[in-house]
């Protein structure tokens, strides 16, 4: 079956660091741009950072530029986000996805093969 699978999640104090990763289960995900997203209770799932095919492109969503990285290995299949200073609005459950259209893109429906999530919790 074709999956994404997302770790590294947890709970952390304000300011702390968590690195996700996002495997690529069952299929390659090498040729296609990827992205991460998260949800947090009561709210509508949101865009955080996308990479291109080649690692060499990345966009980010506002409230995360300059403390979050994300990164991929294609010879691991896998697609990383480094995050830092983390604050408790960053709580959420975190996804990876495929994009299915293109470059550029934040819009949640342009997304697939959508992981099942891990639940990152800050702390004041």
């Known amino acids: 079956q074709e999956q994404l699978v997302e770790s590294g999640g947890g709970s952390v104090q304000a300011g702390g660091s968590l690195r996700l990763s996002c495997a690529g289960a069952?299929?390659?995900?090498?040729?296609?741009?990827m992205g991460w997203f998260r949800q947090a209770p009561g709210k509508e799932r949101e865009f955080v950072a996308a990479?291109?095919?080649?690692?060499?492109?990345?966009n980010y969503a506002d409230a995360v530029k300059g403390r979050f990285t994300i990164s991929r290995d294609s010879a691991k299949n896998t697609v990383y986000l480094q995050m830092n200073s983390l604050k408790p609005e960053d709580t959420a459950v975190y996804y990876c996805?495929?994009?299915?259209?293109?470059?550029?893109?934040?819009?949640?429906?342009?997304?697939?093969?959508w992981g099942q999530g891990t639940q990152v919790t800050v702390s004041s």
């Open positions: 990479i291109d095919l080649s690692g060499s492109s990345t």
């Open positions: 069952g299929r390659r995900f090498v040729g296609y741009d």
């Open positions: 996805a495929v994009n299915l259209v293109g470059w550029g893109t934040s819009r949640v429906y342009d997304y697939g093969y």
